[in-house]
C-alpha cells in the first residue's frame, strides 16, 4: 500500500512541476545481459522487465524507476543443449550469484540525466542481491506522440554487489579456464507511455 501512496505523490509533485509520468510498457521493454570468462568464452541471455516510470519533463527524461524480475533469468547461446542451458540458468539464480529466492527483484532508479557533448550520460542507483551501488552509462532516448524509449549498455563490476564467485581477484587458486571476468553487460531497451 504504502508503495502506491508514494508513486502516487511523485506523480502529483511531477505534475505540479508540468512534468508527466509515462509507464513503463514491460512486454516492449528488455534487459539482456551478457557475461564473459576470462579465456574468452561468453554466455548471455535475458531477464524480463517487471514495471516501472519514467518522469518526462519538455521532452527530456529527467527521472525513472524500473523493477526487473530476477526469476525470469533466460539463456540464449546454449539452446542445443537443454540440458547445460538450465544448469546454467539454475546456477545464476542460486546463491552463488543472484539467490532470486531472497531477491526476486532488482531495481535501477534514475537519479540525473546529462548531456555531455552530443551523448545522454544516465546516472543512477542499481539494487540488485540486497546492495545498492551508483552507475552511469550512455543512453539514447528518443520521446515522440507519447512514447518515450531508452537504450544503452553499461557495464558493471559485479564484485561490487558481493558477487565474487569465479572471480580470479578473490580466487588465486582457480585455473584460468575457470575464472570469470568480474566485469558483465547489461543492454537495456526500455519503452514508456504516457
Not at 70 to 99: C, P, R, W
Request: positive net charge; charged residues 30%; hydrophobic residues 40%.
Amino acid at each position: 500500500m504504502m508503495k502506491y501512496v508514494l508513486m502516487a505523490l511523485v506523480f502529483v509533485a511531477a505534475s505540479a512541476q508540468g512534468a508527466d509520468i509515462y509507464k513503463v510498457d514491460a512486454a516492449a521493454s528488455s534487459v539482456a545481459w551478457k557475461g564473459f570468462k576470462k579465456m574468452g568464452s561468453s554466455h548471455d541471455g535475458g531477464i524480463s522487465v517487471k514495471e516501472g516510470t519514467v518522469t518526462v519533463d519538455k521532452d527530456n527524461v529527467t527521472a525513472g524507476e524500473v523493477v526487473v524480475d530476477m526469476k525470469t533469468i533466460t539463456n540464449n547461446d546454449l539452446k542445443d543443449s537443454a540440458d547445460y542451458q538450465k544448469k546454467l540458468v539454475g546456477h545464476l539464480s542460486s546463491e552463488d550469484f543472484f539467490n532470486v529466492e531472497k531477491y526476486p527483484t532488482s531495481t535501477f532508479k534514475i537519479t540525473k540525466v546529462s548531456k555531455v557533448k552530443k551523448e545522454t550520460i544516465v546516472k543512477g542507483e542499481l539494487t540488485m542481491i540486497g546492495q545498492t551501488h551508483p552507475v552511469e552509462f550512455p543512453i539514447k532516448v528518443t520521446i515522440d506522440k507519447g512514447t518515450a524509449t531508452g537504450e544503452g549498455t553499461l557495464k558493471i563490476d559485479r564484485t561490487k554487489w558481493g558477487l565474487k564467485y569465479g572471480s580470479g581477484n578473490f580466487f588465486k587458486e582457480l585455473a584460468g579456464d575457470k575464472i570469470i571476468s568480474d566485469e558483465f553487460e547489461l543492454t537495456l531497451k526500455l519503452v514508456a507511455k504516457k
